[in-house]
């Protein structure tokens, strides 16, 4: 058989022709740039409904409630001045670039505004995980975001929008970061307020990004001029917001990238080559000091000699971490970290309180199935009984029970239900294969055994 590279090629194009082509479901182009400029506007209701999201965020956030703080995603209008930007910037509309910055400038004051009121004024002060998960970016954010954006833009340019437009409020999770950073002015912690602000502007951009790159694929209507001198200008500017916009986003993630991969051979170096007896792990981070990188571990239990520690610290270029310094703290001395301590320690406690439910809802489920299986046997005796009387009336009594039996040569155990009989009259052998025939039809098993008084 020879292959044909041309008729397989042209096979292949069909296939992705057929399921990646999207013009049957695309939407009118000026319904989907009008449903964006709808989403774009700030005022009167809009902001009342973000202030309750705001609110609603930050009360989930507070309790460590992970389905109040989607619900509050859901409510949030946050995302249509950032397609909105991403939209004007793809079709050249600078009127459209600015009014969608100056409403996303709106939204964000009013929510960090929000955010920093309630948590003045709530009793609950500490800082939960799904807080502390909002100080910190990481090039998942970036990419959660990205695609996100790029399913926003996808979604409004068809008809069926079905739930992609809350999925994507919720994947991209513009809320949280702002209220973190409420909390972080909130309780004076600058670290906490610009970590988060940071990870709002990084999905920010990246949701921009991609609604800008799938309105060019799609090939959107360019605005038109009639001032070709005004086309020009109106192009330099986009193109110079695109550059400051996107250099240093590029420059950021490029640098979280390179400290995901450090954090993560770091990670795997203590994991593997930090296992002392007697000894354990409370925390490991990677932070910067002066220009120089530096692994944190914290170890409780028997103190581990310098010479183990050196010797451990030997191998660290066998996982790409040369230029990374090795700082461990032993016991509870206050040269231990006890930020990263803390905000490891809670984390760990969410996780393991997470795996401990989980478990106990499994063991529940099969307990409830055994339960359940027991009570239908109790009650099957009586239930069968009237039609006993009709189909084999020298049944005097039945007594129906799952049963263990033990094989004394082989000493394993099989369990089996069982049905104990007591006659007025002996059944005729022709009639007691009928009965075993009729209770297992009856009750649904196999190799039920048969015992008689």
């Known amino acids: 058989m020879n292959f044909n590279l041309k008729t397989f090629t042209e096979g ?47 009360l989930g956030l507070n309790t460590n409630s992970t389905a109040v703080i989607i619900g509050a995603m859901l409510i949030s209008p946050l995302m249509g001045p950032i397609m909105g930007i991403g939209l004007g910037v793809g079709i050249y509309d600078f009127e459209l670039i600015k009014k969608s910055f100056r409403n996303l400038g709106i939204a964000t004051l009013f929510s960090v505004l929000t955010s920093t009121l309630y948590f003045l004024i709530t009793p609950l002060s500490d800082a939960r995980s799904e807080l ?21 833009i996808v979604a409004m340019a ?39 602000f940071y990870l709002f502007f990084i999905n920010s951009v990246f949701i921009a990004f991609a609604t800008t790159l799938g309105v060019k694929l799609m090939h959107f209507t360019k605005k038109k001029f009639i001032d070709p001198k005004r086309e020009l200008t109106v192009e330099r500017i986009v193109y110079t917001i695109i550059a400051l916009t996107m250099a240093p986003s590029i420059v950021l993630t490029y640098n979280m990238v390179r400290q995901s991969y450090i954090e993560t051979a770091a990670y795997q170096f203590v994991n593997t080559q930090m296992n002392f007896p007697d000894t354990q792990i409370l925390s490991k981070s990677v932070t910067v000091q002066n220009g120089q990188r530096i692994l944190n571990v ?30 461990v703290s032993q016991g509870y001395q206050d040269k231990v970290d006890l930020k990263s301590l803390n905000s490891m320690m809670f984390q760990d406690i969410y996780k393991d309180s997470q795996e401990k439910i989980e478990r106990q809802l499994l063991c529940i489920d099969s307990l ?9 046997l109790d009650s099957l005796g009586m239930e069968i009984a009237p039609e006993l009387k009709v189909l084999f009336p020298k049944i005097k009594d039945i007594a129906i029970s799952r049963m263990v039996y033990n094989d004394l040569d082989s000493m394993k155990c099989d369990t089996a239900m069982t049905v104990i009989l007591t006659y007025s009259r002996r059944m005729p052998a022709a009639e007691a294969i009928r009965f075993r025939e009729w209770i297992e039809a009856r009750t649904g098993m196999k190799n039920v055994r048969i015992l008689e008084n």
Request: glycine residues 10%.
């Open 298 to 327: 914290s170890l409780i239990g028997k103190e581990v000699p310098e010479d183990s520690i050196l010797a451990v610290e030997s191998r660290m270029p066998q996982y790409g971490l040369e230029n990374v310094r090795l700082k």
């Open 132 to 152: 502390l998960a909002r100080t910190a970016p990481t090039i998942y954010d970036v990419l959660i975001a990205f695609f996100g954006g790029g399913a926003g």
């Open 368 to 376: 409830k199935t055994i339960v359940g299986r027991r009570e239908q």
């Open 12 to 58: 292949i194009r069909n296939f992705l022709s057929r399921y990646l082509n999207m013009n049957s479901d695309r939407e009118n182009e000026e319904a989907t740039v009008q449903a964006i400029r709808d989403g774009i506007e700030f005022k009167g209701a809009t902001v009342w409904i973000l202030i309750c999201a705001i609110f609603i965020a930050s």
């Open 158 to 196: 068809t008809r069926q929008k079905g739930n992609v437009i809350p999925g994507v409020a919720i994947a991209t999770a513009l809320m949280p970061p702002l209220c973190t950073a409420g909390f972080g002015l909130a309780s004076g912690n600058p670290e906490y307020f610009f970590g988060a």
